[in-house]
């Protein structure tokens, strides 16, 4: 599965690349702001990469100008209820000051809410990250309740909450991408395979605006009119 919008391509995680990504992990800059921070083995990451890969979860690679940058999820997923946690990071510390970040973002939280018809995100942020907690409520995430104590806080994201918080951060997002601003979908044949691709389809079939599909060697596409 490969989701494409505003220049960044989000890929479900392969088991190819899992090693980049355990490098990354392990970077203080990552660990550091991670509820856990050991040091993660070749071998540990397999084995969260097999207990990861089904279709209660979707990690995806965060692709930029060609370039593997960073990995966001979709975890914990309620496929009924339409809920699931999202978290990301960028294992490429030069990307950290700029827009890129709020370009991954905003492309994952408007597929998600208005692509699939999601109904709420959540997330965890532990109390003593400032910078992420004030990057995340820049996007519309709220305390939950009885959360002020916790270390490892939950916060939830709602479509409302995004649409009233994240609007000035929108329009920067759309000035930057250009004229990529629409979001195509590829369903790829292993997407088939593993019943993932039969999950997203029944969700596009809600979609209130007209979707172009397609199929080529690559998958199926679907894609913004």
Same mark, same amino acid.
């Given at each position: 599965?490969?989701?494409?919008?505003?220049?960044?391509?989000?890929?479900?995680?392969?088991?190819?690349?899992?090693?980049?990504?355990?490098?990354?992990r392990?970077?203080?800059?990552?660990?550091?702001n991670?509820?856990?921070?050991?040091?993660?083995?070749?071998?540990?990451?397999?084995e969260?990469?097999?207990?990861?890969?089904?279709l209660?979860n $979707?990690?995806?690679? !965060?692709c +930029?100008?060609?370039?593997?940058?960073?990995? =966001?999820?979709?975890?914990n997923? &309620?496929? /009924?209820?339409?809920?699931?946690?999202?978290g990301l990071?960028?294992?490429?510390?030069?990307?950290y000051?700029t827009?890129?970040?709020?370009?991954?973002?905003?492309?994952?939280?408007?597929?998600?809410?208005?692509?699939?018809?999601?109904?709420?995100?959540?997330?965890?942020?532990?109390?003593? $990250?400032a910078?992420? !907690?004030? +990057?995340?409520t820049?996007?519309?995430?709220r =305390?939950?309740?009885?959360q002020e &104590?916790a /270390?490892?806080?939950?916060?939830?994201?709602?479509?409302?909450?995004f649409e009233?918080?994240?609007?000035?951060?929108?329009k920067?997002?759309?000035?930057?991408?250009?004229?990529?601003l629409k979001?195509?979908?590829?369903?790829?044949?292993?997407?088939?395979?593993?019943?993932?691709?039969?999950?997203?389809?029944?969700l596009?079939?809600?979609?209130?605006?007209?979707?172009?599909r397609?199929?080529?060697?690559?998958?199926?596409?679907?894609?913004?009119?």
């Amino acid at each position: 599965m490969k989701l494409y919008k505003y220049g960044i391509t989000l890929e479900r995680l392969k088991e190819a690349d899992i090693e980049l990504v355990r490098q990354w992990r392990n970077s203080d800059p990552v660990r550091l702001n991670m509820a856990y921070r050991e040091i993660i083995s070749p071998g540990q990451q397999l084995e969260w990469f097999r207990s990861v890969n089904n279709l209660d979860n $979707n990690y995806l690679m !965060i692709c +930029y100008k060609g370039e593997k940058i960073g990995l =966001l999820n979709d975890k914990n997923v &309620e496929w /009924e209820a339409r809920t699931s946690e999202s978290g990301l990071f960028l294992g490429r510390t030069e990307f950290y000051a700029t827009y890129v970040p709020y370009l991954v973002s905003v492309a994952g939280i408007e597929a998600t809410f208005y692509f699939l018809n999601w109904n709420k995100q959540f997330a965890h942020i532990l109390r003593d $990250n400032a910078r992420a !907690i004030s +990057y995340n409520t820049q996007l519309g995430y709220r =305390l939950c309740p009885d959360q002020e &104590e916790a /270390e490892n806080q939950r916060y939830e994201l709602t479509r409302e909450g995004f649409e009233q918080t994240a609007g000035r951060i929108r329009k920067a997002v759309r000035r930057l991408a250009g004229d990529e601003l629409k979001t195509a979908l590829l369903l790829e044949p292993e997407d088939y395979q593993s019943g993932l691709a039969m999950r997203y389809e029944s969700l596009l079939a809600a979609y209130p605006l007209p979707l172009r599909r397609d199929e080529d060697a690559a998958g199926v596409w679907y894609r913004e009119e």
